[in-house]
T-cell receptor, first 112, second 115 residues
Framework: GDSVTQMEGPVTLSEEACLTI???????????LFWYVQYPGEGLQLLLK?????DKGSNKGFEATYRKETTSFHLEKGSVQVSDSAVYFC???????????FGTGTRLQVFP | DVKVTQSSRYLVKRTGEKVFLECVQD?????MFWYRQDPGLGLRLIYF???????EKGDIPEGYSVSREKKERFSLILESASTNQTSMYLC??????????????FGPGTRLTVT
């Protein structure tokens, strides 16, 4: 079945460092891809999404590009802040059922 | 703003108790979902619902049931709580798809401890 694999954390960075969190997927058909973020003590919220190959999603300085040839959707940010400390989840959608399939999450810790 | 609320942030129950977790959304969404979140396992879908009185099993439905009597409310029921159901439970809702990948909106979660 469909699945999402993302890098294990925690990822520990200093403020203003560059961030990449890897995400690869296995799916039949052409899913949409998402990054969700979970701040401490909160539920998940959508960070960005891409619905077709070569689409780039972006929000709050984060970007991810839907790469069909490598089945990847890596999350990037050029300069992280302490406030970006959270758990990040990569997910894909099943167009037939509206379900989301999540990766296991990657914890990001940013220190001043 | 879309709001998904869950009845409790923290809950402690005893083994064998019947437990109700309530979720309410205010955006007239067709779809509602219950997940559990465990360290190292990510989010796993327990049950979802496309419409009132409709339900579909997710990946881990064993030991759970659901009820959706009104469009805005989706309840998760643990018929006889067990310690392996200690977890964070997240509710989410979204518009219905027809092949369109609508965003899911999440509640803040209920951390359930079964002793």
């Amino acid at each position: 079945g469909d699945s999402v694999t993302q890098m294990e954390g925690p990822v520990t960075l200093s403020e203003e460092a560059c961030l990449t969190i890897n995400c690869t997927y296995t799916a039949t058909g052409y899913p949409s891809l998402f990054w969700y973020v979970q701040y401490p003590g909160e539920g998940l919220q959508l960070l960005l999404k891409a619905t077709k190959a070569d689409d780039k999603g972006s929000n709050k300085g984060f970007e991810a590009t839907y790469r069909k040839e490598t089945t990847s959707f890596h999350l990037e940010k050029g300069s992280v802040q302490v406030s970006d400390s959270a758990v990040y989840f990569c997910a894909l959608s099943d167009r037939n059922t509206d379900k989301l399939i999540f990766g296991t999450g990657t914890r990001l810790q940013v220190f001043p | 703003d879309v709001k998904v609320t869950q009845s409790s942030r923290y809950l402690v129950k005893r083994t064998g108790e019947k437990v109700f977790l309530e979720c309410v959304q205010d955006m007239d969404h067709e779809n509602m979902f219950w997940y559990r979140q465990d360290p190292g396992l990510g989010l796993r879908l327990i049950y979802f619902s496309y419409d009132v009185k409709m339900k579909e099993k997710g990946d881990i439905p064993e030991g759970y049931s659901v009820s959706r009597e009104k469009k805005e409310r989706f309840s998760l029921i643990l018929e006889s709580a067990s310690t392996n159901q200690t977890s964070m439970y997240l509710c989410a809702s979204s518009f219905g798809g027809q092949g369109i990948p609508y965003e899911q909106y999440f509640g803040p979660g209920t951390r359930l401890t079964v002793t």
